[in-house]
Every structure is written in C-alpha cells, then in structure tokens.
C-alpha cells in the first residue's frame, strides 16, 4: 500500500467487484465529521474568474483582498507577496511565454474544456519541476497509482518551459492519469476552478446517492484544501462514496462518466434509471402540470402537514417514484422549475415562487441524499422569498392593517430558514468569507425583529 494511504485514520480501501478499490470506513462517521482533508496538487482557476481571484489561493477580491497583477506576465494575480512568493518557484517556469501560449492559434483553437486541461496540466507539470517536498513527492506517488485511462486521446498543447526540470514523469502519462481524476473546486457550491486532488481520487468511487460530499477550504498563502464530509451516519465499514457529477443530471450523467471517466455508473439510482428505460416528457398542459407538482409534493413528503405547518419535516432521505410521476424524472422539467422558481422569487409574484420552490424541493428531495447541500441551499432561497413577500405585503396593507394578517409569511420563512439551516450546517463553511450560513444568520436577525 503507498505510503499515503497507510496513514489514514478512519478509512482504508478494500477490493472492489467493478472499481479499482473502495474506501471503506474502519470507524463510524456522523453527518458533518471530516473525513479527510488534502491539499491541492495543482489547480487552474476558470476563465471568468480570472483577475477576480488568487491564483494561488484562489481567494475573492473583495473589501480586504486586494488583488496585485504579476509583473512579468501581466496574466496572474495574487492576494499578496505570501501568496505569489510560494508560487513564483513554479510559475516562473511559464511567467515569460504564458501570454504568447495564450495567443497562440493553436491554444485559441481548442474547446474551452481543452483549455482548462491545458492550463491545469501546465501547472502540474511546473509544480512537479520546481516542487522537491516530501510532500510533492508523495503526492506525485499517489498520482501515479492512478489507473491510466485507457482510451484517452492525446494530451493539450501546454506553455513551454523555461529552466532545468529534474526527472519528471512524461506529460502523455500525466495526462492519462489527469484527465479523469480532477475535481471542480467551488466556493459556496460555485466552482471557481479545477484541481487535481491524488489522494481522494485513489480513494473514493462516485455514487449519485452519495452519503459524502467534498467542501474546499480557501486560506491566505496556501493551496486550496479539499475536505471530505459525511452527509449522513456512516457506519464502521460502509463504503464512502463521493459524486462525480451533479445527480440531477438524470439523462445526461451517463454519457458525462463515459467521455471524463471511462465507466458507466450502477448505483441504486442509476439502477432505477435504468429500470424505468425511457422517461416521458413533462405534461404540457397547465392542469396536468399542476396535477404532477401536486403528486410530486405528496411522494415526497407523505408524513408530513402542509408546507406551512411548523411540524412540517425533510425525508430521511429520497424515495423511488411510482410510475404516474415519472415525467418528473424528466430533466426538462427540473430545468423548468428551476427557470420559473428564479423568476418569481426574483420579480414575483412571490405565491407562485413559494408554490414552485415547494415543488422544486420535493423534486430536489426525490433525486438528492439527505443533506445534499443543493437542499439547503434551496431552502434558503425560500426563506428569502417567504421574507420578500412578507415585506412586499406590509408594505402595501390598506391603513389599519396590521402584521399579523401576514404572520404565515413570517412563519414560512422561519420554517424554511430552519430546514436550511440544518441541511448546511451539516456540510459546513466552504470557499470565501460569508456565504450562505452567514445569510442565514442575517435573515434570522430580520425576522427576529419582526
């Protein structure tokens, strides 16, 4: 077993009947524990980030992060001399020809997803020429246990070098071993970069019913850290598994494991799935569509009152749908109710954006685990709807109206406050300073006043 590996605590891998290994639990976890926390081998932030943050800590430019453009490439910021000192060793490698690379026909030629490998790969192969730590070492070791991808196509063009690079492995066999093995880096569940992270890639399978989840620390003068958390209870030898890609892709998550990770999932969701065959389309009439919200509603939240009820609760945890709700299951029809939910609880009627934003939970708490932050972080959007209504219709009573004839609002926003609350503090802080925990607290001191 690599080095790496036989220092954990808490986990260890045992065979798999179709994956490489899986990581199995050797202690009981509860929803919130960390389960491991790595640092980032390299990372590459996105395009539209680019100039708005670190590119080594990948921090926000905000009111106490000033960012500083570098000098001799015109094409890098940093938060400060900590953060671009610890990267100058390997960015100077490519400082002088990144902006000529970027230029180049052949960089402008490739898909935009070429792009983030290129620059990715270019990162790691610089980290690995300049970077002699023990710790660059045995993250380059557990790298290269990787499986390669068999099928992988030939790697991006990358930035050229500059200086003496000591025995590095071939860029084709980084490439083999990167091009499925790097992970979304987000900040309050925005990805804001890609990262390669060796030892969670050796270590867990991806589920779309996963009972884990990664969250990414930002700290100043320091790459970005992934931790693993338990959404749920995990008992001493369950398997820990993570998602690869979004669950509410319900259509397209296989096509997406096959082109970025070589495999075709079998998780009990996508069993289900697969079971179903094909997935009609959602009603297009308007009754039928209400109709489908009404059941969708009642499926997935069978003992609990109405929405408005204080005693109203969240599932343990999704149900497989019976045959009339199917269309449900259509990707389309999350896309829609997404759209309209947006909408209304931005420019209203904030009535239709609550009722939609209950169907969209219900829907949200029939594809996603329990704790899913995407839950939490709906709910949060309901609560700030629930307050805008509130605030709307106070605002517009007739003379000798008091608060208490919209008192439901307030109670509705409390409710789904709560719910938010409970879901998002079981994945924790992430990313940049504020985010939703913080808005949580602001909204509670609103309706606390009330």
């Known amino acids: 077993m690599e080095p790496e590996l036989s220092s954990l605590q808490g986990v260890r891998l045992e065979p798999h009947p179709t994956a490489r290994n899986k990581a199995v639990t050797s202690r009981s976890f509860s929803p919130g524990d960390c389960i491991l926390t790595v640092r980032a081998f390299a990372t590459a932030l996105i395009p539209s980030f680019k100039g708005k943050r670190c590119d080594r800590c990948l921090r926000l430019e905000s009111s106490g992060i000033d960012l500083k453009r570098c000098s001799g490439c015109a094409s890098y910021y940093y938060c400060g001399p900590q953060c671009q000192t610890s990267q100058w060793s390997a960015h100077r490698s490519y400082c002088k020809n990144i902006q000529r690379f970027q230029a180049s026909?052949?960089?402008?030629?490739?898909?935009?997803?070429?792009?983030?490998?290129?620059?990715?790969?270019?990162?790691?192969?610089?980290?690995?020429?300049?970077?002699?730590?023990?710790?660059?070492?045995?993250?380059?070791?557990?790298?290269?246990?990787?499986?390669?991808?068999?099928?992988?196509a030939n790697p991006p063009p990358i930035c050229a070098m500059n200086g003496r690079a000591g025995t590095i492995p071939d860029v084709n066999d980084l490439f083999s071993r990167f091009s499925n093995n790097n992970f979304a880096v987000h900040s309050h569940l925005t990805t804001v970069a890609h990262g390669v992270f060796p030892l969670a890639s050796r270590l867990f399978n991806h589920s779309c019913l996963p009972n884990a989840a990664a969250r990414y620390i930002l700290s100043e003068d320091a790459a970005p850290r992934m931790e693993i958390v338990a959404l749920q209870d995990i008992g001493a030898g369950e398997e820990?598994?993570?998602?690869?890609?979004?669950?509410?892709?319900?259509?397209?998550?296989?096509?997406?494991?096959?082109?970025?990770?070589?495999?075709t999932c079998t998780c009990p969701s996508c069993s289900v799935l697969d079971s179903i065959g094909r997935v009609p389309p959602p009603p297009s009439s308007r009754e039928d569509q209400e109709s489908l919200a009404r059941a969708l509603r009642t499926h997935a939240f069978p003992t609990s009152p109405t929405s408005t009820s204080p005693d109203f609760v969240l599932p343990a945890g999704p149900r497989t749908p019976p045959d009339v709700l199917l269309a449900a299951l259509n990707e389309s029809y999350l896309t829609?109710?997404?759209?309209?939910?947006?909408?209304?609880?931005?420019?209203?009627?904030?009535?239709d954006a609550l009722n939609v934003g209950m169907t969209?939970?219900?829907?949200?708490?029939?594809?996603?685990?329990?704790?899913?932050?995407?839950?939490?972080?709906?709910?949060?959007?309901?609560?700030?709807?629930?307050?805008?209504?509130?605030?709307?219709?106070?605002?517009?009573?007739?003379?000798?109206?008091?608060?208490?004839?919209?008192?439901?609002?307030?109670?509705?926003?409390?409710?789904y406050l709560g719910l938010s609350r409970q879901?998002?503090?079981?994945?924790?802080?992430?990313?940049?300073?504020?985010?939703?925990?913080d808005e949580i607290e602001t909204l509670q001191g609103l309706l606390s006043n009330v």
């Open 360 to 415: 969209l939970l219900a829907l949200y708490c029939t594809i996603y685990p329990q704790n899913y932050p995407q839950i939490g972080v709906h709910l949060l959007e309901m609560a700030k709807t629930a307050w805008n209504a509130f605030v709307t219709a106070d605002q517009n009573v007739a003379d000798g109206a008091t608060r208490t004839e919209n008192a439901g609002l307030v109670d509705r926003a409390q409710l």
């Open 423 to 437: 879901v998002l503090n079981v994945f924790g802080r992430e990313g940049d300073d504020g985010g939703p925990l």
């Open 336 to 351: 829609s109710l997404s759209e309209s939910f947006s909408a209304a609880s931005h420019d209203g009627p904030y009535s």
């Open 105 to 152: 026909a052949e960089y402008q030629k490739m898909e935009t997803h070429e792009r983030m490998d290129s620059m990715l790969l270019t990162h790691l192969l610089a980290e690995l020429r300049s970077n002699h730590t023990a710790e660059c070492t045995q993250q380059l070791s557990t790298f290269l246990s990787l499986l390669p991808r068999p099928d992988i």
């Open 240 to 263: 820990i598994c993570v998602p690869y890609l979004d669950p509410a892709l319900l259509q397209s998550r296989q096509q997406g494991f096959q082109l970025t990770y070589g495999f």
